[in-house]
């Protein structure tokens, strides 16, 4: 198994940018897919992206497409978020998943298929 410990939120302006970390300590990073999610006060937890154990493969929520970007670096066991154009709306608490997936190229955008979660990384965009 796998733990996620988020990094990188805080304050910034509405038009700005932030990049969230997630290190995996634990078994192999690489045979696990690997997700962002989110949580807004009053709401329920959100996909936000989602990315294959290989890097090859991602998906998007349509909220966030093409302002966000996931991506990994195995050998870091270590998946980013790297978010552009933040706007008030993006504000929420942000949390990283994992699963062990068997195939390189898939994914899951459900919370309820992820069963290695981080504590969450406050995320605060200001207007």
């Known amino acids: 198994q796998v733990q996620p410990v988020e990094s990188g939120g805080g304050l910034v302006q509405a038009g700005g940018s932030l990049r969230l970390s997630c290190a995996a300590s634990g078994r192999t990073f690489s045979g696990y897919a690997m997700g962002w999610f989110r949580q807004a006060p009053g709401k329920e937890r959100e996909f936000v992206a989602a990315i294959s154990w290989s890097g090859s493969d991602s998906s998007y929520a349509d909220s966030v497409k093409g302002r966000f970007t996931i991506f990994r670096v195995n050998a870091k066991s270590t998946v980013f978020l790297q978010m552009n154009s933040l706007k008030p709306e993006d504000t929420a608490v942000y949390y990283c998943?994992?699963?062990?997936?068997?195939?390189?190229?898939?994914?899951?955008?459900?919370?309820?298929?992820?069963?290695?979660w981080g504590q969450g990384t406050q995320v605060t965009v200001s207007s």
């Open positions: 998943a994992a699963e062990r997936l068997p195939y390189s190229g898939s994914y899951f955008t459900s919370p309820n298929e992820y069963g290695y």
